[in-house]
């Protein structure tokens, strides 16, 4: 399976914890983007990245959130101190560069903060 | 103020039928446009998309149509299949945006056999 791959697909955390998500893109794709969702909406971007670099940050993106790309091929994003508002589905994406071109998602992971 | 409009949060067809998904969106700087279907517990799933330089782009049984004027999409199905019932999100990207997309809130699709 070549598609972009999440993991872990559920977490559970308590209120408080730290938690780290993994998105494994499609090889040739340059960029990286995450996104956010909860229900009854659609997805809300966060923050992408070109290679390694994170070239755009949304207002959604709290200074408890950080996202590495470190060697531009997988990334993660941490929650730091995570709230129960936090609870969604965190969607990666992949894309080539420049032009139109679709981004294909990964299936996500479900963040449920108790 | 959603940028990306999707007005109608469900949309029943009989099986065969033509299917119709709307969409809307108010920033005059997207240029590309894209639909995508959702099943449950899954990540959206790209289907077809249209620059703002065609009106109309088809693929199979999917067609987009674009009204710059009206800033209005719809995607067409035909025929229906049970296989087509999820949740269809439209969404919007343009110039300026590094090509982050802006979603709507997606309408679900019932095809009923």
């Known amino acids: 399976d070549t598609g972009v791959s999440q993991n872990p697909r559920h977490k559970i955390t308590k209120r408080g914890q730290n938690v780290t998500f993994r998105c494994d893109p499609i090889?040739?794709?340059?960029?990286l983007y995450w996104y956010r969702q909860t229900l009854g909406q659609g997805p809300e971007f966060l923050t992408y990245f070109q290679n390694e670099a994170q070239l755009e940050k949304s207002r959604l993106l709290s200074d408890r959130f950080s996202a590495e790309r470190p060697k531009g091929s997988f990334s993660t994003l941490e929650i730091q101190r995570t709230e129960q508002g936090d609870s969604a589905m965190y969607l990666c994406?992949?894309?080539?560069?420049?032009?139109?071109?679709?981004?294909?998602f990964g299936p996500g992971t479900r963040l449920t903060v108790t | 103020d959603q940028q990306v409009k999707q007005n109608s949060p469900s949309l029943s067809v009989q099986e065969g039928r033509i299917s119709i998904l709307n969409c809307d969106y108010t920033?005059?700087?997207?240029?590309?446009f894209l639909w995508y279907k959702k099943y449950p517990a899954e990540g959206p799933t790209f289907l077809i998309s249209i620059s703002s330089i065609k009106d109309k782009n088809e693929d199979g049984r999917f067609t987009v149509f674009l009204n710059k004027s009206a800033k209005h999409l719809s995607l067409h199905i035909v025929p229906s299949q049970p296989g087509d019932s999820a949740v269809y999100f439209c969404?919007?990207?343009?110039?300026?945006?590094?090509?982050?997309?802006?979603f709507g809130k997606g309408t679900k699709l019932s095809v009923k056999p």
């Open positions: 969404a919007a990207s343009g110039r300026g945006s590094q090509g982050n997309l802006i």
């Open positions: 090889s040739e794709h340059n960029r």
């Open positions: 994406a992949s894309s080539l560069v420049g032009g139109y071109y679709e981004q294909y």
């Open positions: 920033n005059s700087m997207f240029d590309y």
